[in-house]
């Protein structure tokens, strides 16, 4: 093999290592490009996640204060219970005494 040949080989070599270069960037293209209408969906599908987690938020901060309002609501109701059955104790306590004084009074 001369000079000149060697050189047209090489040159086969590398226009064929080129080509197959070429098609395997054109064919993994083709398999990896998002079409336009495909971009389109996935900007939509973008925007509802955001109105979603939105969504969310705005569920997360009303039962965070609907929780607020309820554990208020529950400790008021405790506080009146609590002095409900001070005041029924008390109830009680008098009518036993105004029980124990007419008895004295019927018996004496």
């Known amino acids: 093999m001369n000079r000149t040949e060697f050189i047209i080989a090489t040159a086969i070599v590398l226009f064929v ?22 971009i389109g969906e996935l900007e939509r599908m973008a925007q509802e996640l955001h109105e979603a987690e939105e969504a969310r938020d705005q569920a997360i901060t009303y039962m965070q204060q609907r929780e607020a309002e309820l554990t208020n609501q529950l400790s008021q109701t405790e506080a ?8 029924l104790r008390e109830a009680r306590h008098e009518a036993e005494e105004l029980r124990a004084y007419i008895e004295r009074q019927n018996a004496g």
């Not at 064919?27 to 495909?38: C, G, P, Q, S, Y």
């Not at 009146?80 to 005041?87: C, I, N, P, Q, V």
């Open 80 to 87: 009146e219970l609590s002095a409900t059955m001070d005041g």
């Open 17 to 38: 290592a080129f080509c197959l270069g070429w098609f395997a960037y054109w064919l993994i293209h083709k398999f990896t490009r998002v079409a336009k209408a495909d």
